[in-house]
């Protein structure tokens, strides 16, 4: 199962980088629908949608995504601010209380406050610097393998026993530390690269930033675990040998790719919204 997992983990490696490196801005934001549509079909079906109903919600989708799209940045930041505070405030609450959503439509309506902006970030963040969005994933990627290998070998307690028994709290550690190591070493490289100062006042303030899409990473692996507890599933889908569904891969980017977008991207507009 080892085997399988790297396997295709090292095939959607291979081809995200190949996209995401080679292909014009035009055909990466269609690539991105891709996940979209598989995300869409798979929330669906774990809200108990029947099949043509989960291919109608993805199709709608699609055609939001399109819309929202074209709108342009003002509505962007609406989407993020959205997300923002479905992730820090809705979320949070809705795990705490394990809320067991069953009316249609707000399924419907939280499946696109968790893939819609997603599918925003990815688009915006690779028009801003396509090795940018690169870094940021690395911090969910380098946070789930840490967890998972710290867990497996250190874990004793649990994290959300009532949500994902496989998670612990070594394991959130673990992570913690790597994407803490892994920040401090991008940072090190682009000081010497001569990319970046080095002034001590916003050392605190990247970190806060890098430790708040750890938290989000961890935020979102376990809604969508609640999602597939209440569905009584698994995996979101079969999809990817090893690794489940494709909401299985990108459970951690929904939560954290489209705050970082708010952040980075559009930052004076944010301290304008909160103020």
Not at 17 to 25: G, M, V
Not at 67 to 85: D, F, I, P, R
Not at 180 to 189: I, K, M, S
Not at 246 to 259: E, F
């Amino acid at each position: 199962m080892l085997s399988k997992r790297w396997a295709t983990a090292l095939t959607l490696l291979a081809g995200f980088l190949a996209c995401l490196f080679l292909l014009p801005q035009s055909w990466w934001v269609l690539v991105m629908t891709v996940p979209l549509v598989f995300g869409a079909r798979e929330w669906g079906r774990l809200s108990g949608f029947a099949a043509p109903a989960a291919n109608g919600y993805a199709l709608a989708s699609v055609a939001l995504a399109a819309l929202v799209y074209v709108w342009g940045n003002t509505y962007h930041v609406q989407v993020y601010l959205a997300a923002l505070a479905f992730w820090l405030v809705v979320v949070p609450l809705w795990l705490a209380f394990g809320w067991r959503v069953q009316q249609p439509w707000l399924r419907v309506l939280s499946g696109w406050l968790v893939l819609l902006p997603l599918w925003l970030a990815l688009v915006d963040l690779r028009a801003y610097s396509a090795f940018g969005l690169l870094l940021l994933m690395g911090i969910v990627w380098i946070a789930d393998s840490a967890a998972y290998f710290t867990g497996k070998r250190f874990g004793r307690r649990r994290l959300a026993a009532q949500i994902s028994p496989g998670k612990t709290w070594e394991g959130a550690a673990g992570a913690w530390l790597a994407v803490t190591v892994y920040a401090t070493v991008v940072l090190g490289v682009a000081a010497m690269l001569g990319r970046v100062p080095y002034p001590a006042d916003w050392l605190l303030p990247l970190a806060l930033f890098v430790w708040l899409l750890f938290y989000l990473s961890i935020l979102g692996d376990l809604f969508e675990s609640w999602i597939k507890r209440l569905a009584g599933a698994k995996d979101s889908s079969d999809l990817l040998p090893g690794h489940g569904g494709m909401l299985d891969r990108i459970d951690a980017l929904t939560s954290t790719l489209p705050i970082a977008a708010l952040m980075l991207l559009h930052g004076q507009l944010l301290t304008r919204a909160l103020t």
